[in-house]
């Protein structure tokens, strides 16, 4: 099965500030990558399919890039409603495992 | 509007068997595989396995296979989790997703289904 790791496990961060997550994959899934993101008390929401495509309706702060088994989630300016936890998740073969997350609060 | 609904929180003894749903509307069911996420008290999510509702092919993360059964009612556009013997362990939200091919992201989540596994 494919593993994922994310880093960091938390960040804090200032309203404005740019916030990149990292995500690995223990061996090469292409582009086959998405990046949730999961409000307290709420079901995750897709916000970037196939490592770096915005999902409808998803502010455009958030970008995705990466290929392989290398990629980034990046908020290019944080806002308050971004305090969640954000998850990646590979899609090349089954299992589709997810990363351990990324708790995002606000300074 | 395209949505996944699922059925109410349960609370279960050990031993007992539960199967939970997830409706489909707002979109042709057949066309979508729909997945099953577990997430424990605290924790982090997990993919349990998905099924193609058109010709019911599942699969299964081999943390689950055998502990969980996925099936599918495409007559009624509706997919099913089931246990026949629960354990306290399964206490956690259990969420349905869609996606339209096996090698795309889930786009559209259900509300979530909290299962409560206690003496």
């Known amino acids: 099965d494919i593993q994922m790791t994310q880093s960091p496990s938390s960040v804090s961060a200032s309203v404005g500030d740019r916030v990149t997550i990292t995500c690995r994959a223990s061996?090469?899934?292409?582009?086959?990558l998405a990046w949730y993101q999961q409000k307290p008390g709420k079901a995750p929401k897709l916000l970037i399919y196939?490592?770096?495509n915005l999902q409808s309706g998803v502010p455009s702060r958030f970008s995705g890039s990466g290929s392989g088994t290398d990629f980034t989630l990046t908020i290019s300016s944080l806002q308050p409603e971004d305090l969640a936890t954000y998850y990646c998740?590979?899609?090349?073969?089954?299992?589709?495992?997810f990363g351990p997350g990324t708790k995002v609060d606000i300074k | 509007e395209v949505q996944l609904v699922q059925s109410g929180a349960e609370v279960k003894k050990p031993g007992e068997a539960l199967k939970i749903s997830c409706k489909g509307s707002?979109?042709?069911?057949?066309?979508?595989?729909i997945g099953w996420v577990r997430q424990m008290p605290g924790k982090g999510l997990e993919w349990m396995g998905i099924?193609?509702?058109?010709?019911?092919?599942?699969r299964y993360s081999p943390s689950f296979e055998g502990q969980v059964t996925i099936s599918a009612d495409k007559s009624i556009d509706t997919a099913y989790l089931q246990w026949s013997s629960l354990k306290a362990s399964d206490t956690a939200m259990y969420y349905c997703?869609?996606?339209?091919?096996?090698?795309?992201?889930?786009?559209?989540w259900g509300q979530g289904t909290t299962v409560i596994v206690s003496s």
């Open positions: 997703a869609r996606q339209y091919s096996s090698s795309d992201a889930m786009d559209v």
């Open positions: 707002g979109y042709r069911f057949t066309t979508y595989w």
């Open positions: 099924i193609y509702p058109s010709n019911s092919d599942t």
């Open positions: 061996q090469g899934i292409r582009s086959w």
């Open positions: 196939a490592a770096s």
């Open positions: 998740q590979h899609a090349n073969t089954f299992p589709f495992t």
